[in-house]
């Protein structure tokens, strides 16, 4: 960890907000699937929650950030009866963010219960508490068949403090893949002109899931940056 800090003070960075693995399992009474790993082979239930909220305030503040990403459990078959739960389970995790004057920021994750802008939208409304806000991805509102903006943006517009900048494109046969910004679908220029319009003071991220052919990392996300200032 502090080597870590050394090398983003170094680098003249600053740390947004933690990747924290929250609620990215199982809601215990509708278990989707056996539990999955996340993309960090963290292999955490939701007996860890608390745990994880307390050490993840803690890495917040070393970090010099008051924002934790969070999730909303593996998305189950029919998400609409998980919900009353998914909502009290996160309501209950604001409240111990707010008394630790953490902000908690819920990712719309595709393979999670909240996955659209209308799900995020509505679930930040309902809860209503000032310790917890949006992490907008329009690239997983589209991943369930969304139109990103201007249709997820309006259920979600104010309501969040980060947000992710990927693209998505269909391929012939139908399927969703990732693209590089500006090389997908996503109206990224009307949302761009809409944060503006909006007063939009938050963070946002270049989220790096495209891969270019040859599978080179670097030259994928430089393409993705360079879509994104054209």
């Known amino acids: 960890l502090d080597r870590a800090k050394g090398l983003i003070e170094k680098h003249h960075l600053q740390v947004t907000d933690i990747g924290s693995p929250i609620f ?3 809601l215990p ?4 699937r056996k539990e999955r790993r996340d993309t960090f082979r963290a292999s955490f239930t939701d007996q860890d929650t608390d745990r994880l909220l307390q050490e993840s305030f803690k890495l917040a503040r070393f970090f010099g950030t008051r924002k934790v990403r969070i999730f909303s459990y593996w998305r189950v078959h029919e998400p609409e009866k998980a919900y009353p739960m998914v909502r009290d389970r996160l309501a209950k995790a604001a409240k111990t963010a707010g008394e630790n004057d953490i902000l908690l920021i819920l990712e719309n994750e595709f393979e999670c219960n909240i996955g659209t802008g209308k799900e995020l939208g ?3 409304r309902d809860i209503n508490s ?3 806000r949006g992490n907008w991805d329009p690239g997983n509102a589209a991943m369930l068949h969304e139109v990103p903006y201007p249709d997820g943006y309006n259920h979600v517009r104010g309501l969040f ?5 990927k693209d998505v494109k269909k391929e012939k046969d139908g399927r969703l893949k990732w693209a590089p910004v500006g090389g997908g679908f996503i109206d990224w220029k009307g949302q761009f002109e809409a944060l503006r319009r909006d007063h939009f003071e938050g963070d946002m991220a270049l989220e790096t899931h495209y891969r270019r052919p040859d599978g080179n990392k670097v030259e994928s ?3 993705s ?3 994104l200032f054209k």
């Open 29 to 32: 009474e509708m278990p989707a």
């Open 221 to 223: 996300t430089r393409e």
């Open 24 to 26: 990215k399992y199982n």
């Open 225 to 227: 940056l360079m879509g």
């Open 122 to 124: 509505r679930i930040i």
């Open 161 to 165: 403090a980060h947000l992710h900048i």
């Open 130 to 132: 000032p310790s917890l």
